[in-house]
């Protein structure tokens, strides 16, 4: 397995603090974000404090590496957030005046960065040894500057990223960890706690749900809903909403681009069916460069799979088909057979340019030792293993396997073995030198299986896009529409779009801190909310949005609404409560606050619910979470029928009949209640945590500049 292979896979450890740091970021999860393209340096705002499109840009690049299969828009809808999260923590902490030493920095890397897991970098108890990783980030400085290579490019790139970002870390855990300290819970706290959960009573109950008694007595009139929010004013205060309405036009080609498009296509088919040349075409033409590889037929797409079945002879053809406006043809180049699994060991020589390397020997060195190595166990293959376990530097691999790779697939290879060690042509036994950069390697093949053939494919891609008379078309389309209706109201607006056959989306409600438009989910969701909340925004404003994908979106602006409910909101709201006070003070407490639960039976034609046990604390009755019911239930007289207790979903009437506590004698062992008070200290603390999450973000201003202007 490659080192950065190795990265990938232990890249977990660096999200576990992210992860738990997000509960501080509460922010719509399905933000869609552009790439900042303007000249300023600086793509947001935290308090103040600068975001820079290079730290934004970093954080993308990092998590594009180790998260594959993501799409682009979530990856930097991540990255924005934890640059937000991690400037309001770290701000937080900088009042309190918490740094991060020297010493906090390698115990962090020993800890808890990406490399702390690898297996490389470990001594015999399976710590991190920083001797080994200090070695190793020598040894790639020495190689970026002689042979910048992709990979040790990479490799630099990601140990630039971890050290720049782990300070960061280490402050803000400390941070979290200061806030937890001292935040336990008592010995009282937990001995109450440990009576509820033991705490039982039997009842007998009556339910009536709201929604009945409401049709059969109650109803509600419009004064009265406004005397109660004249009343109560404070507490319906208005919020600050626009309402937005959409014409979409789309980017599509038109029948003489798709025309065109096939009569190329025609012609660049008889160049690919007849062209000797397996790159050449491709690189010239097609959208995706030529892959010399030999996959397994397993490892093919699923439709040329079926074709190799049927046309396994090279030089034919499939295609070409289109697929959403995309031309695939593919020429089969190459066709082999090869064994899908070897058996193998090896001697590793390494050198001081090699990536991992143990020992200061030169590359010319490390060269002559391995060569003659090879000249020996070649006449001498019963040499290799004393060899492997005296010489090899593979020190991990001679701990647990004596220099045995294992079986490796052909689809498992990786940098160190090689396509041709799985050719026919070696035999078992054969003794293979090569070079990566690793070292030195004298491989032997110690066993073979499963002969499969392998084939090679020219793939063509073009995709079919809107030619530029098109575009100017739709364009000209877009202003045309915008000049007609300039004045238009918003009905006529949408009306005019539809008899054009446009894509419409009608009164959309959005907030200023939202960062996605539930119709729309473009790209440009977030700088549409913006544009509607600036400044200078009036009723019946309009603007003309470019989408990356060339659509053009129309953004009228029917409705400002600052600070405030819409009344249909507020009359949700206090309905319920209306009803309430309604049915408690002119229905129910009079009319059977002496009645039993029999007679309470056959009033409201419900069947009494018997001997149900309820306990202090879940409190749950059967399927409801009726606390102020329960609590009443274990206050009142046994075998009395309560007054009307209003729950959350109904009305309750209760008879409790029996009530008993299974918890042991513990007023001596005090011991007892340890692991309480451990689970008390974690639902305290986490709750704590998300609590101080909202309040830091909602007093946070934040700027978000990530637009580009139209």
Known sequence: ????????????????????????????????????????????????????????????????????????????????????????????????????TKKDFWKAIEKQSIYS??????????????????????????????????????????????????????????????LMYGLNTSFIEAKLNYRDKNYFSIIDYIFVPYSEIEKKYISIKNYEIYDHIKKNKFLYKKENLRNLSFVILHSNPSLDDKKNMEL??????????????????????????????????????????????????????????????????????????????ILSSHILISHKEAIRFYNKRSKKEAQHIAKKIYNIVKNNPYKFHSLVMKISDDFINIKKNKGNLGWIKYEEQNNVLKSDIFSLKNKKGIIIFYETRFGYHILRIDDQKDIQPVYQFSIFVKTLIPSKKTEDLLHKNVFQFMKNNTNSSLNRFINNARKKGYETIFLEKVKNNQWNIDGLNSELDK??????????????????????????????????????????????????????????????????????????????????????????????????????VVGYAFSSKLYKTSIPILGEKGIFFVRPLKRFNTSKNTSKNNSYFSSEIEFLNSFLRRNVIEQLGDVLIDKSIIKDYRKDDI
């Open 527 to 628: 700088e549409i909310i913006n544009w509607s909340y600036e400044k200078n925004r009036k009723e019946g404003d309009k603007k003309i949005f470019y989408t990356s994908n060339r659509d053009y979106i129309i953004v009228f602006l029917s409705k400002i609404q600052t600070k405030g409910y819409s009344i249909e909101e507020i009359k949700n709201n206090i309905i319920p409560i209306l009803i309430k006070n309604k049915i408690y003070k002119n229905l129910l407490l009079n009319k059977f606050s002496s009645k039993n639960l029999e007679q309470i039976s056959v009033h409201f034609s419900k069947k009494i619910n018997k001997s149900c046990l309820i306990n202090f604390y879940n409190s749950m009755i059967d399927q409801y979470i009726e606390p102020k």
């Open 264 to 341: 190329k296509i025609s012609k660049l088919f008889n160049q690919f069916k007849y062209s000797n040349h397996k790159s050449m075409i491709i690189s010239n033409q097609s959208e995706n460069p030529f892959d010399p590889n030999f996959y397994l037929k397993k490892n093919l797409p699923p439709i040329l799979q079926n074709f190799v079945e049927k046309n396994n002879d090279i030089g034919t053809i499939f295609g070409p088909i289109k697929d959403n406006n995309i031309y695939i043809m593919a020429k089969l180049t190459g066709k082999k057979m090869i064994y899908n699994s």
């Open 1 to 100: 397995m490659s080192f950065l292979e190795k990265i990938r896979k232990n890249t977990w450890l660096i999200f576990v603090f992210i992860v738990i740091s997000l509960i501080f970021f509460i922010l719509d999860p399905n933000i869609l974000l552009k790439f900042f393209s303007s000249n300023s340096n600086v793509i947001g705002k935290v308090n103040g404090d600068n975001i820079s499109f290079k730290e934004y840009f970093d954080n993308f690049q990092f998590l594009k590496r180790f998260r594959d299969g993501e799409s682009d828009s979530s990856l930097k809808n991540d990255a924005w957030k934890f640059l937000v999260h991690e400037k309001v923590l770290t701000q937080q902490a900088g009042k309190l005046g918490i740094q991060s």
């Open 117 to 178: 897991n690898i297996i490389d970098f470990q001594d015999e108890k399976g710590n991190m040894d920083i001797k080994k990783f200090r070695l190793y980030l020598k040894n790639i400085e020495k190689l970026y500057k002689k042979n910048k290579t992709p990979q040790i490019e990479e490799e630099k790139n990601i140990w630039s990223y971890e050290k720049n970002n782990i300070l960061k870390r280490i402050i803000a855990r400390k941070y979290v960890e200061m």
